[in-house]
């Protein structure tokens, strides 16, 4: 029997695909893009696009297991540069397989006398972005640990300190719907590697493009985006704010903002008029690397070619000032009035549109039963330092899902370090054998999105999905959210939320009072993906809809359709206000980031770990510990087929670096600072400019000396939400000594 099932991509990128899966006789034997999807249009990124190797990996987890052998990286088979497949190979002969009930029943037994000895918040969940399902992302995990009291995890990792920024100005995270891309003129990509990790929105830059419109790519690293752009700026890392307040200098300077829509829709106007007087482009030359006339040239062309949109990712915000940057970057459409039209504005995150019911999913509220009050919350960045610290109580238990902390957290060593300890009770649910696992006392087989079903939003459109079901799990493989409900089982836990099935849960995540949520139901989510219901709430869009913009001589946009082919209008979340902050305008000037002790309006400050920082003469080099284009994270890093599409184990190095060093292409050099070291591959190119080395994120155990390069990355918190600062580290480079 073969049939076509519509599922949806969960992983940690904007575009959220909708997929086709092809299923004959039980198998998974295809997998597409959703030709209906207004995104994704029937094309899949490279990785994905080999799903079926990751579904149908001999590698994959596929039974409980208990460890047998000691913790740690199988050494023998990484020494021997045997290969993924091989390392775990060998890891397997550190387990025994057990029984779901062995394992529950081992799991709530620990946690049991855990709880009695040390409280139960000496347990800690560790989870993010493995994937992004509402439900398998954060519900029924929520609900578990809220109902057992354990400590609360603070999500931060990634782009919360880009979000705070965002939010500062603008009060949600909305912005340009990447179908307006289209009908841009003038496009800036702003850390942002498309190419690499948001390609459906490439298509639509690639048709602005036929029709005239300019695009620049401002970037420390020449990436496969940069390569393709009209203009290339190089910039030093950590210091987009200094450009950004260089660019509203000379905008607001030349009087080329839009006057009337800064009266009508901001506030703090006058003191960001005064603010930047200080960021001259001569001194911001200073910092960026960019030529002062070349920032005059950025400022005019942006602020007087129209419509321009800037597509803004999360690189920016991996910087100990990133919130800042993201604030001062995100005024600069609220300056320029680009807002008001179709192919103008911002865009960084839109997850703001889909208000799902939240509390429906992870019942805060269980946390009174159980303690009768809030739990501590420990930051994940943080990880390291929690797990060697004698904290009060001190975590004795660690359960770790939808993440990979041994590869992707700061300070590398100290995380491995407190991996390590013997009184450590850690449980892994995961789909592979990964460099935490290696760590774990009790490993748990996890489905893929193919496995399971999901409700699924994007965080790069506009659009909801359902992703259904298309195979059986494989072995006794089981999703987050059967664990989770047969941990809460096993622990007494009577509550009726326990027992609700995925479809009960959907129904009540979808039970939202936002009018955008309007009309939205799974039975409808279950036959396509939906736009959302942005005509229920006129505050949200223009009188006209923008038909007034496109008759006054805009582009013609071409009108995107909903699941059922509706015609839709596009979406201009801010063309006449409608700012979610505070006082309901974009705040230039702002209360709340005067509260964290920063400029209310905006500022630069060079980070402490860069060239014009306090530490800027203890190392010479700036290091991108950048993501690989063709991995996700951790993610896909030890599926074969991905792993051809990626040279790994590289340093990148611009030549005059090189050559003070006497390094050249293809030498094995070590890249070092106070907190480790790692041996990689020189490769001597034009990707990075002088004074900044990059070095992409593998799995520990892949690498010599099972390092990750987050080795070298501290456990620095960023100025706003409290993000980890993987771009402001300092280095030195050498050529690697053989071993004696």
């Not at 995961?430 to 996890?446: G, K, N, R, S, W």
């Amino acid at each position: 029997m073969k049939k076509v099932v519509h599922a949806a991509c969960p992983h940690d990128c904007p575009d959220a695909c909708g997929v086709l899966i092809t299923v004959q006789d039980g198998l998974a034997t295809k997998i597409q893009g959703d030709p209906e999807h207004p995104v994704t249009r029937g094309f899949l990124c490279a990785k994905v696009a080999k799903y079926l190797d990751r579904v149908y990996s001999p590698d994959r987890v596929l039974y409980p297991m208990r460890r047998v052998g000691p913790k740690g990286p199988a050494a023998c088979a990484a020494e021997a540069g045997e290969g993924a497949r091989a390392t775990q190979g060998i890891q397997k002969q550190s387990w025994q397989r057990i029984s779901w009930d062995e394992a529950l029943d081992e799991i709530a037994s620990r946690f049991r006398a855990i709880t009695a000895e040390f409280g139960s918040e000496s347990i800690l969940p560790y989870s993010y972005g493995g994937t992004l399902g509402a439900l398998n992302g954060a519900s029924m995990d929520r609900r578990f640990f809220h109902r057992l009291g354990a400590s609360q995890l603070e999500r931060s990792i990634c782009s919360a300190a880009g979000e705070a920024g965002l939010k500062s100005v603008l009060g949600v995270k909305l912005g340009t719907e990447p179908e307006q891309f289209r009908d841009s003129k003038y496009i800036i990509a702003w850390a942002s590697n498309i190419h690499g990790n948001n390609v459906h929105l490439w298509p639509f830059i690639a048709e602005a493009r036929r029709q005239g419109a300019k695009l620049v790519v401002i970037d420390p690293y020449r990436t496969r985006t940069a390569a393709c752009a009209d203009w290339y700026l190089p910039i030093n890392p950590g210091t987009d704010a200094a450009l950004a307040l260089g660019m509203m200098h000379v905008i607001i300077g030349e009087n080329l903002h839009d006057a009337d829509y800064v009266s009508k829709y901001t506030i703090g106007f006058e003191q960001l008029q005064e603010k930047v007087k200080e960021y001259p482009p001569e001194r911001v030359a200073q910092w960026t690397g960019i030529a002062a006339e070349d920032i005059r040239r950025l400022a005019r062309e942006y602020a007087t070619v129209r419509p321009s949109v800037i597509r803004l990712n999360y690189g920016v915000q991996r910087s100990e000032r990133g919130g800042m940057a993201t604030r001062a970057i995100t005024m600069l459409p609220c300056i320029t009035g680009g807002w008001k039209e179709i192919g103008g504005g911002l865009q960084m995150s839109l997850s703001g549109a889909v208000d799902l019911n939240t509390e429906a999913l992870k019942r805060p509220d269980l946390m009174q039963a159980a303690l009768g009050r809030e739990a501590r919350t420990i930051n994940m960045v943080e990880l390291g330092r929690v797990l060697n610290k004698q904290n009060d109580p001190p975590v004795k238990a660690l359960f770790v899902y939808n993440s990979n902390p041994a590869s992707v957290c700061p300070d590398h060593k100290e995380v491995v370090r407190g991996l390590m300890r013997p009184d450590l009770f850690t449980v892994v649910h995961e789909q592979f054998f990964t460099d935490t696992t290696d760590y774990a006392d009790i490993v748990l087989p996890a489905t893929t999105f193919f496995e399971h079903k999901d409700l699924q939003k994007g965080y790069g459109h506009y659009y909801l999905q359902v992703s259904n079901q298309a195979i059986a799990p494989l072995g006794e493989c089981r999703s987050n959210v059967e664990v989770f409900r047969a941990l809460a089982e096993r622990m007494g836990f009577e509550e009726e939320c326990f027992r609700e099935s995925v479809d009960e849960m959907i129904d009540a995540a979808l039970e939202s009072n936002d009018p955008w949520m309007e009309g939205i139901s799974r039975k409808r989510l279950e036959r396509g993906q939906v736009r959302m219901n942005f005509s229920a709430s006129g505050t949200r869009l223009p009188a006209s809809g923008g038909a007034h913009l496109r008759s006054a001589g805009q582009p013609g946009a071409a009108v995107p359709t909903n699941a059922n082919s509706t015609p839709t209008m596009p979406f201009l979340p801010f063309a006449q206000g409608g700012f979610r902050t505070a006082s309901g305008k974009a705040e230039l000037y702002s209360e709340s980031v005067k509260a964290l002790g920063l400029d209310p309006v905006a500022d630069f400050t060079p980070p402490t770990e860069s060239r014009h920082g306090t530490k800027g003469k203890t190392l010479p080099l700036e290091l991108l510990a950048r993501k690989s284009d063709n991995f996700l994270n951790s993610t896909f890093t030890n599926v074969p087929s991905v792993q051809e599409m990626e040279e790994t184990g590289l340093l990148e190095i611009c030549a005059d670096d090189a050559r003070a060093r006497g390094i050249a292409d293809g030498d094995k050099v070590r890249v070092f600072n106070h907190r480790g070291d790692m041996v990689l591959k020189a490769r001597v190119d034009g990707k990075v400019q002088a004074g900044v080395v990059s070095a992409s994120l593998n799995w520990a155990k892949m690498t010599p000396g099972f390092q990750s390069i987050n080795a070298l990355i501290s456990e620095k918190l960023t100025d706003m939400g409290n993000s980890a600062t993987f771009y402001s580290v300092l280095v030195e480079v050498e050529l690697s000594k053989p071993p004696h």
